[in-house]
């Protein structure tokens, strides 16, 4: 099936606009457990509910996977890929640091993406050709030239099943950073992290994981504004890679070189969805 990515954008942003108003409105209610230090509340799944049941109606033939329950399978060909709250820990403190991620992956690869950040009061867009925009207006990623001048933002340290082990890595990256890069951020959100390396408000983001429901919309609006995203060995990003780079293109190589050293000391995360 061939679709033009552009002419559901409008499909995609009323999407987002039914998760935030649920987000924004509604207090996180019963929380669930899903794991050691992981959750999801009743917003969650609220917010999937709706999408789901919206994108039925609106793009029947079209798949569906949500990070709470489910659903179509990576690779099956055109799918939505919804985090309904993405910031759950963020959203349960009160911290404005989260929103709802909805992207559209043609086979491994995202063509189109919208997050929407309600208690910010922004919105991300963009599809494949098409350019990336923030509440309507074009942007694009910023021009740093050296890590010393760049704000990197770095993905949650793991936690659960074999945490110790997958956060060596982890911890040996933030530890190469610290010495090179100008400042270390950790927003909580794969979302924010990519939207803020298009705005040009961060230079990169790294994320030593890679779930389809967190990045597929913050991969493609990345690289509508001028990103480059990557995999660990500096193969193109898709959502069967292994870890998640976006970063202002003059700063690729060296990112690529200090991760290799942080690798060195332990295994990383690789969660594709079935």
């Not at 909805?102 to 922004?122: H, Q």
């Not at 060596?168 to 390396?197: C, H, K």
């Not at 995999?231 to 069967?240: A, R, V």
Request: aromatic share 4%; charged share 25%; glycine share 10%.
């Amino acid at each position: 099936m061939t679709i033009d990515a552009r002419s559901l954008l409008p499909i995609g942003e009323q999407a987002v606009s039914i998760a935030g108003e649920i987000i924004r409105t509604r207090a996180p209610g019963v929380v669930t457990a899903k794991g050691d230090r992981d959750m999801a509340t009743e917003v969650d799944y609220a917010v999937e509910h709706a999408v789901r049941e919206f994108l039925a109606r609106e793009t029947p033939e079209i798949g569906f996977l949500g990070e709470e329950e489910g659903g179509s399978r990576l690779g099956d060909g055109l799918m939505w890929a919804l985090d309904p709250v993405d910031g759950t820990a963020n959203f349960l403190h009160g911290i404005p640091l989260c929103g709802v991620s909805l992207g559209l992956v043609d086979k491994d690869i995202p063509t189109l993406g919208v997050i929407g950040l309600p208690f910010l009061d922004l919105r991300y867009a963009a599809a494949e050709e098409a350019g990336a925009a923030v509440n309507g207006s074009a942007i694009q990623v910023g021009d740093a030239r050296d890590l010393s001048s760049a704000i990197v933002a770095i993905g949650d340290y793991a936690v659960g099943e074999n945490a110790e082990e997958r956060n060596r890595p982890r911890f040996a990256l933030t530890e190469e950073l610290a010495a090179r890069v100008q400042r270390i951020r950790m927003f909580g959100s794969a979302a924010i992290d990519l939207a803020w390396v298009a705005h040009g408000r961060i230079d990169a983001t790294i994320m030593l994981s890679n779930n389809p429901w967190d990045t597929a919309a913050g991969v493609i609006i990345a690289r509508e504004a001028g990103a480059t995203v990557i995999d660990l060995d500096g193969s193109p990003h898709s959502m069967t890679a292994q870890a998640t780079i976006a970063a202002s293109p003059k700063l690729v190589a060296d990112l690529i070189e200090l991760i290799a050293e942080a690798r060195k000391v332990g295994v990383l995360d690789r969660k594709i969805a079935e």
